[in-house]
């Protein structure tokens, strides 16, 4: 499962979990550079909850390969062809994270026609997704969106803000579930504010304070798992993401699908990058229910 041309995609073989977004190169504190972006940590969580997954995006491959190799076995990658792989360069003082988007791929095209799968989430985080676009796919069931992306912006220098998203009433009613974090909150309370209307679930995250489901019939808070060490919480968003797209589509309750997700997103942080996240039977084990009931 090397990486593919997006074109292969059409033609490869059916896939449960589809995200779309583009892989990044994220600058590590010694200059390397490490595999990223929400679609990864997506879809290798997926895999290993036993799905046949796949990610699409834009990049360049031959700076991604040396990178993807380790998880190359697990999952698909179908890449538009760019110049450049989107990176980013993160630093954090006293607490609070600045980051700078050093290269973008530009967008992914084709939205409109991608494949059928179980699962489709959206996942951009750079601003390469244009969802009225995506949202035109029919083949497919549940619509997830993680919109940290959507609400990211650059200046010339590329240090990265973050400005308010807005989306219409049709588009918020192919929205199935909504996931981000505290931080991103005040500059997507009209997409909450729209999806819940539309009769969708939107999740707000809040790491160690757990996360708060928003329905169109009211909220409820759930509590986060506690972890025995802290090592690394580069994607914890997008494992819960994904694991909670995964158990909601099998049929879990929303607390049977949060316990399962905040499982996920407290194992992967107990080490380092993609390769800290978890198999199902760890997750499993660690919300400490039978998830053989709730999805296939």
């Not at 699409?56 to 040396?66: F, I, S, Y």
């Not at 697990?74 to 290269?103: C, H, V």
Request: proline share 6%; glycine share 10%.
């Amino acid at each position: 499962m090397t990486i593919r041309s997006a074109e292969a995609l059409v033609s490869g073989p059916p896939v449960d979990y589809l995200a779309v977004g583009n892989p990044t190169l994220d600058v590590r504190p010694d200059s390397s550079l490490a595999v990223g972006g929400s679609v990864v940590y997506a879809i290798i969580q997926a895999a290993r909850l036993g799905l046949c997954v796949a990610g699409l995006g834009r990049g360049c491959a031959p700076e991604l390969v040396p990178v993807w190799m380790p998880f190359a076995t697990e999952a698909f990658l179908y890449i538009q062809p760019s110049a450049d792989t989107t990176r980013f360069r993160n630093e954090s003082m006293d607490g609070r994270r600045t980051q700078w988007l050093e290269k973008s791929a530009g967008s992914v095209s084709g939205l409109d026609r991608i494949p059928e799968t179980r699962v489709l989430h959206l996942a951009p985080v750079a601003r390469e997704i244009v969802i009225e676009e995506a949202v035109r796919a029919k083949a497919r069931g549940l619509l997830g969106l993680t919109p940290q992306g959507l609400i990211r912006s650059w200046d010339e220098h590329g240090l990265v803000h973050h400005q308010p998203l807005e989306i219409d009433g049709p588009t918020a009613a192919t929205l199935d579930v909504v996931v981000f974090a505290d931080y991103e909150a005040p500059y997507l309370k009209g997409v909450a504010q729209a999806v819940r209307r539309a009769g969708g679930i939107v999740v707000v995250t809040r790491g160690a304070g757990g996360c708060e489901v928003l329905l169109a019939t009211g909220t409820q808070e759930f509590p986060a798992i506690e972890t025995s060490q802290l090592v690394d919480d580069t994607g914890a968003g997008d494992v819960f993401a994904s694991a909670l797209f995964i158990a909601l589509d099998g049929g879990s309750t929303v607390s049977e699908a949060v316990r399962f997700a905040a499982a996920a997103a407290t194992l992967s942080i107990e080490g380092i990058g993609p390769r800290a996240i978890a198999s199902r039977a760890e997750i499993d084990k660690l919300a400490g229910q039978d998830s053989s009931l709730a999805f296939p």
